[in-house]
C-alpha cells in the first residue's frame, strides 16, 4: 500500500497492518467505480463464464448436494448454464484459441531482475491457478443469474475447506513474525474469505421485494472483527492495483462479442472503469514486498504453488453455486497475484482472466458496500426495511 497516501506509518514492518487505516477514502469514492463496474459486468464479454462445475475434489470425497427443493423450484445452490450456441460466437472461438489448444494463453516478458526463476508462462507449474477452461465438460454461465448469495451452505464440508486453505495452503506461524509477502498472502486469503461471508449475511434469504440481511450473522462473522472489514479493504486495493497495471492492455482490447455496436459500448465502459478516481489513486507498492528476504525465488514459488491450490480447492465444495463463485473469484485473485507479484509488463491476459478479475472487484466493491451499510443498522427493524 502506498502509505504515505493512505496516511499510514511508512515503516516496512507495520506496512501490512496499516494499510487500510484510511478506509474512509475508499468509503468516499468506492461507490462511483461500483456504479461502473455494475454496468460492465452485465455487458456479453463479462457476463459469460466458462468452467467445469462438476470435476471431483482431488482431495477428498465430494458429493455434490444441489437439486430441486421442497417446491420443486431449483435449489438456492443450483446454477443455471448456458446453451452454447447462446453465447457469442466470438467469445466462443477466444475461448477456443486461447485454451483449445494450448494449456496456457499467458505470455509475457519477464523482468529478470525481479524474478528470474520463471522463464514463460506456458507450462502448469508457472501458474497461479488450476484452469478448466478447456475440459470437455467445462460449461458457459451466465453470471448475472447466478447472483453470489446464501445457498444454506455451511457446516463441516465449507468448515474442511477453509481449513484446508487456511492450514494447508498458507505461511505458517504467528503474523508478526512473517515477512511482507506472506502477511499480505494471509490477508489476501483473509479478505477474499470477508467478501465471500458478507455477501451471505447480506443475500441472506430472499422474499418478493429482493434479498433481506441477516445483520446478527454479519454481526457475528464480519462486524465484529475489525482486523477482517480491514483485510477486505486489503484485497480491494491489491486487485485496483492489478487492474492499474493491465490497464494499458485492457485499453487495446477489441471485446470482440460479434456487434460492433456491443463491442464499442464495452470499450467505453472499461475506459470508464480505468479513469474511475479508485483506478488512478495509488493503492499498492509491491515493489518492497521481497525486501529483506534472502530467497525471493522460493518465497514466490511457494506463493503460487500455495495458490494453485486452493484453486483447485474449489472442486471440493459440494455447493454448486459456491464452486461456480470460488472459482471465479480465486481466478481473479490469481490474475492479480500474477500482475502485481510478478511485476513484470502485461502483455496478454486470457479471457477468463479478465472476467475473473473485473468481476472480483465488483465483488469486492459491493462488499464494501454491504459493510458500510450494514455497519450501521441499530436494530432488527430498521435491518427488516433494507
Known sequence: INAEYMGCSTSHEHLVEACCCEKHLVDATFAELLEILNRVVQRPYFRYFKANLELPCPYWAVELMCGASADGQPAPCHVCTCDENDVPIALREADTCEWGASHTAIQVEVDRTVNTNVQHWHDADSMWFHQDFND????YIDLTLNPEANTGYTGDGARRVWQAIYDENC???????????????????????????????????????????NVPLFRRIVGAYPERVDNLYFVFMFVLRALTKAKPFLLELSFATGSLEEDRATKM?????????????????ESIMFEGLSDTKDTLLQMRNHFRNITRLMDCLSCEKCRLWGKLETLGLAAALRIVVEDKEVTHISRSEVVAMVNFLRQLADAIGHVVRLSQVDDIDEASDL
Open 171 to 213: 505461511f505458517h506461524g504467528p503474523l508478526s513474525e512473517m515477512c511482507l509477502a506472506e502477511r499480505a498472502f494471509f490477508r489476501l486469503l483473509s479478505g477474499l474469505h470477508v467478501s465471500i461471508s458478507t455477501h451471505v449475511s447480506a443475500k441472506f434469504h430472499k422474499d418478493g421485494s429482493g434479498w433481506k440481511p
Open 136 to 139: 470437455p465438460d467445462a460449461q
Open 269 to 285: 465502459e472499461v475506459a470508464s472503469m480505468l479513469e474511475a478516481r479508485l483506478v488512478c489513486t495509488p493503492t499498492f507498492n
